[in-house]
């Protein structure tokens, strides 16, 4: 037998390494580019997306001008749903009543101008085949809906939805880059791009948890996708379109021991789906119930949450992997810090719409979820963020954080600290079901806010400066009772 040549016994055996190699190449992120919106107003995160998804198109007015957000808001006012229904004088006679942010806020329901999209039918769910299509191979965004928990007492008082955008898909983890419209910000110049959009777990898509310290239900059946021109097929209609997933009511298991990925709770209209042949059991959407949901979230004083949770948030960041928007990833021990983490309370439209609840909220110091701001040591930045919640007793780390938010609330800190304001004397006082969130320091009866709207800056462009809360929180009630009244 003929003996093999040095060169070619050192190819062999260097190639389980190389087909090792091969097989680990992972496929590129999909992501899609648009002009992004961030929202102008507490009413309008219905008018950043809905701006955002038709110009993935791009889509513009009869003429060639361009739709940015506040054409969105006048078009839906003026009821134009496409170029066919276009008329200059209705859009003129809605421009002069939309002139100001807040204006015309409308419902939460998106508006497409000149295009469609399809709703997810009741006890289906976007499968990462769906997201993989629609981004991938479609170039279209997917349009999400959060809800959050219901008023307890039945107030009347509106309930927040909010909506979000799906702007990337990465078939190798399966994980979906989603842009937060939040926090207002009327036009005084953040990027929007840089910290309002973020990569996110499927998981996450499929159950939120909570959104910066208020439970939030992921409201399947109001996600849009298949988005066309309003002339355009179906694109269900194509052979090799992925099939949604499908949802079972649960009939054996209690509601509290429903879980996603092993120890994720499902509420609500959260479902865990199966792209295999059986589906996945999880509970459907009662729209009778008006209980709040309930995450059996315990309360405890500020100082000992930050000190309770110091080194599990230690340990979380040391083995953390950063995946920025554009898809690069930030890691390592050295590269990545923690900031000291603001403790949240949490109040909804009720609490906000009754004195003695936030008052009361105000003066227990107490909190059960905090946002932990992580930062680029080599830029100072503030890159990610995550909440960690005190569910029975026991802390974890999930839910959604806002990094945009979680920026503000830092360097308003660093502004605002001195020697006798200690930067672990900072918290925040969150509304996610108004889209209101405050930086905040005091002592009981004597609570000071200031918001992270405009990263933190007044009408004039000047850094905002702290107000008594019950000011603060009062004048927010009047806008919801405002609202309530105009039927938005």
């Not at 806010?449 to 405009?454: A, C, E, I, T």
């Amino acid at each position: 037998m003929k003996s093999q040549s040095p060169s070619h016994s050192r190819a062999l055996s260097m190639m389980p390494a190389a087909l090792l190699c091969a097989a680990t190449v992972q496929a590129a992120p999909k992501t899609l580019e648009m002009p992004r919106e961030k929202q102008l107003d507490s009413t309008w995160c219905w008018a950043a997306v809905s701006t955002m998804a038709v110009n993935s198109f791009p889509m513009t007015l009869p003429g060639g001008a361009p739709i940015d957000q506040r054409t969105t808001v006048i078009l839906k006012q003026a009821r134009i749903k496409n170029e066919e229904e276009f008329s200059a004088t209705a859009f003129k006679d809605a421009k002069a009543a939309c002139s100001a942010p807040g204006g015309c806020a409308g419902s939460n329901d998106p508006f497409l101008y000149n295009a469609l999209a399809t709703s997810v039918p009741a006890g289906k769910v976007l499968t990462k085949k769906v997201f993989n299509f629609e981004i991938g191979v479609r170039k279209r965004p997917v349009i999400i809906n959060w809800d959050y928990a219901p008023s307890a007492n039945g107030s009347g008082g509106p309930q927040g939805r909010h909506l979000l955008i799906v702007t990337g898909y990465n078939p190798s983890n399966g994980k979906l880059r989603l842009f937060d419209p939040w926090p207002v910000d009327n036009g005084q110049g953040d990027n929007p791009r840089r910290k309002r959009e973020r990569w996110i777990k499927y998981e996450t898509y499929l159950d939120p948890v909570m959104d910066m310290g208020q439970p939030v239900t992921a409201m399947h059946k109001l996600d849009l996708y298949q988005l066309r021109r309003f002339n355009e097929e179906q694109p269900a209609e194509l052979n090799d379109y992925p099939k949604l997933g499908t949802l079972t009511r649960e009939t054996t298991t209690p509601r509290a021991n429903v879980f996603v990925d092993g120890s994720r709770p499902i509420r609500a209209e959260t479902f865990a789906a199966g792209e295999g042949a059986g589906p996945v059991s999880a509970e459907p959407h009662r729209p009778d119930v008006k209980a709040k949901l309930d995450l059996g979230l315990q309360r405890t004083d500020f100082a000992k949450a930050l000190a309770d949770t110091k080194p599990m948030i230690a340990k979380h960041v040391a083995h953390l992997t950063v995946t920025l928007a554009d898809g690069t990833n930030v890691r390592g021990r050295k590269r990545l810090q923690a900031a000291t983490a603001f403790p949240l309370i949490t109040l909804d439209t009720t609490q906000i719409l009754t004195y003695s609840a936030k008052q009361d909220a105000l003066s227990e110091r107490t909190t059960s979820v905090l946002l932990v701001p992580v930062i680029d040591t080599r830029t100072s930045e503030v890159i990610d963020s995550f909440l960690i919640y005190n569910q029975a007793g026991t802390w974890k780390i999930g839910g959604y954080a806002n990094t945009e938010i979680a920026e503000v609330l830092v360097q308003q800190r660093k502004a605002f600290t001195t020697e006798q304001r200690r930067a672990e004397d900072f918290f925040v006082v969150s509304v996610p079901e108004q889209a209101a969130f405050y930086f905040a320091h005091g002592t009981p009866g004597a609570v000071q806010l200031v918001s992270v709207d405009n990263r933190g800056r007044d009408a004039e462009g000047k850094d905002a400066q702290f107000t008594g809360a019950s000011a603060a929180l009062d004048g927010l009630a009047r806008s919801i009772k405002q609202s309530a009244m105009k039927g938005e």
